[in-house]
Nanobody, 118 residues
Framework: QVQLVESGGGLVQPGGSLRLSCAASGTIFRINAMGWYRQAPGKERELVATFTSGGNTNYADSVKGRFTISRDSAKNTVYLQMNSLKPEDTAVYYC????????????WGQGTQVTVSS
């Protein structure tokens, strides 16, 4: 059973910064993708930033230059450094993991709220 533990959300003023983390534990042979999505009220869930198995990164256009995804492969942990936050970044941020262990699996974290407001 793989567990995803997210942390780091909260309330921040516009222009501020937050750092999210997501740690995966359990039987994982290979990570195919791991990263962050978000869902704002009344909107669909959207990609924010992810790593692929080759180490490539994908970012939403709306966060390029402001957000940075990084990882600690030894700990199966990804981080999302969010700078220059805007009110429109307000959403529940979900960690996503796609992995192999005997077969392919994927899983969402429980979500962490990020609120950008003055």
């Amino acid at each position: 059973q793989v567990q995803l533990v997210e942390s780091g959300g909260g309330l921040v003023q516009p222009g501020g910064s937050l750092r999210l983390s997501c740690a995966a534990s359990g039987t994982i042979f290979r990570i195919n993708a791991m990263g962050w999505y978000r869902q704002a009220p009344g909107k669909e869930r959207e990609l924010v930033a992810t790593f692929t198995s080759g180490g490539n990164t994908n970012y939403a256009d709306s966060v390029k230059g402001r957000f940075t995804i990084s990882r600690d492969s030894a700990k199966n942990t990804v981080y999302l450094q969010m700078n220059s936050l805007k009110p429109e970044d307000t959403a529940v941020y979900y960690c996503y993991l796609d992995w192999n262990a005997f077969r392919r699996y994927d899983k969402w974290g429980q979500g962490t709220q990020v609120t950008v407001s003055s």
